[in-house]
């Protein structure tokens, strides 16, 4: 006798349930009150927190650069530079490097930043020559650009 | 050079389970080709008689950790692409790496503290006078 389908008397139970609350639960073990033991409250929980992480995910690189910026305006600060005026000789001497690897040099590499910060003093005092003394004098040495091909 | 990080495997299976099937198949066919192709794997094959636990593939790797993997019901071409995968694995937990890079010196000039860039007669203590 070929059958197709399970009678109709037949029901199936649920045997995994208890995994598949587990699957929830592992991710709130670390909530504080009963979030952490409760599937019910736990799902909602759980829910909201993956939601939050991923939004979060943008602000998480807007927390990180603001945190840098502090940190190498405090660096430059101790060497007597303020902060704009820093990157913006940095660049204007064609130093590109970006924030993290300055906030990293200023904390594990002193005397590089040191040298860095007089780097963007010197060039900063260059273009004041340039601006106000606009006479015959010579074009500062770093303020030359080089062109890459 | 390249060391394979897979020291042995070990394929636990009952000869008589039905669900050990692909396991009995994969040691008929498959595991003389697997052991050829991986030279520096040992591939032990243990059956163990009668009704026992279920048909398990266990790799032991050079940092000691041991992987089990379970290939009931499970076609001979599958554990041969499973015991591939063990084979091109290192035995690190498979977890979240928090950060890509690591040092154990992240500093060479020395990491700063408040008073590098201070005048050094704040750190600096010279020789003591002799009470006279």
Not at chain 1, 37 to 62: G, H
Not at chain 1, 132 to 146: A, H, Q, T
Not at chain 2, 75 to 97: F, H, M, P, Y
Request: aromatic share 8%; hydrophobic share 40%; net charge positive.
């Amino acid at each position: 006798m070929v059958v197709l389908s399970a009678a109709r008397w037949v029901r199936s139970r649920l045997t995994d349930r208890f995994w598949r609350v587990q699957e929830v639960l592992k991710y709130a073990r670390h909530f504080r009150g009963r979030k952490n033991r409760c599937y019910r409250l736990a799902v909602r929980s759980v829910r909201r927190a993956f939601v939050r992480s991923t939004k979060a995910r943008r602000e998480k690189k807007r927390f990180l650069r603001a945190l840098w910026i502090t940190r190498i305006e405090a660096a430059s600060l101790e060497h007597g530079l303020k902060y704009p005026a820093f990157i913006s000789n940095l660049l204007k001497s064609q130093v590109e490097l970006n924030r993290k690897v300055l906030a990293d040099l200023a904390i594990y590499e002193p005397k590089t930043f040191k040298s860095l910060a007089a780097l963007a003093q010197r060039r900063r005092q260059e273009g004041f020559l340039a601006a106000l003394g606009d006479g015959k004098e010579p074009e500062g040495i770093f303020s030359r650009i080089v062109h890459h091909h | 050079r390249y060391v394979r990080q897979l020291q042995r495997l070990q394929l636990l299976f009952s000869p008589t389970a039905a669900d050990a099937r692909g396991a009995r198949q994969f040691v008929e066919e498959a595991a003389q080709d697997f052991a050829r192709q991986h030279p520096d794997v040992v591939l032990y094959v243990s059956p163990h008689s009668g009704p026992g636990p279920a048909p398990v593939l266990r790799a032991e790797y050079l940092n000691g950790t041991v992987r089990e993997e379970l290939i009931a019901s499970k076609t001979s071409e599958e554990i041969v692409q499973l015991a591939t995968k063990l084979a091109n694995q290192s035995g690190l937990d498979i977890i979240r790496i928090r950060k890509p890079f690591h040092t154990d010196n992240p500093s060479i000039q020395g990491q700063w503290h408040p008073l590098t860039n201070k005048p050094s007669i704040l750190t600096v203590q010279g020789p003591r006078m002799q009470p006279q």
